[in-house]
């Protein structure tokens, strides 16, 4: 299974960007989705996850970009979008899409111990 994470970029502080991740495998059905970044010297950190079972969606946001950040799902492409809006200088760093085929419980998604597959990474810059 193959993660194909795009979007990246240079923009300035209070711009947008929106990234994509394409699995290579349907994401019909039972799934979860998560972006997590990490930055120069700094751990991998969760940034957002959507997870879907039984028909219902779930969304989940790292306090840090609650409100500028919404991540979505488009079926007729299978590519999970990350938009990204009013972007600062400590969003900068490489983030990485991964994907479950299991459902795991709320306090779980933003780990990424439950994720199976991840992407490659995309480098996202904001300059001030």
């Known amino acids: 299974v193959q993660l194909q994470a795009s979007g990246g970029g240079l923009v300035q502080a209070g711009g947008s960007l929106r990234l994509s991740c394409a699995p290579s495998?349907?994401?019909?059905?039972?799934?979860?989705m998560g972006w997590f970044r990490q930055a120069p010297g700094k751990e991998r950190e969760f940034v957002a996850a959507?997870?879907?079972?039984?028909?219902?969606?779930?969304?989940q946001y790292a306090d840090s970009v609650k409100g500028r950040f919404t991540i979505s799902r488009d079926n007729t492409k299978n590519t999970v979008y990350l938009q990204m809006n009013s972007l600062k200088p400590e969003d900068t760093a490489v983030y990485y899409c991964a994907l479950t085929r299991s459902s795991p419980i709320t306090g779980v998604l933003k780990r990424p111990d439950p994720y199976d597959y991840w992407g490659q990474g995309t480098q996202v810059t904001v300059s001030s």
């Open positions: 495998i349907g994401t019909s059905g039972t799934f979860a």
């Open positions: 959507m997870r879907r079972s039984s028909g219902n969606t779930h969304y």
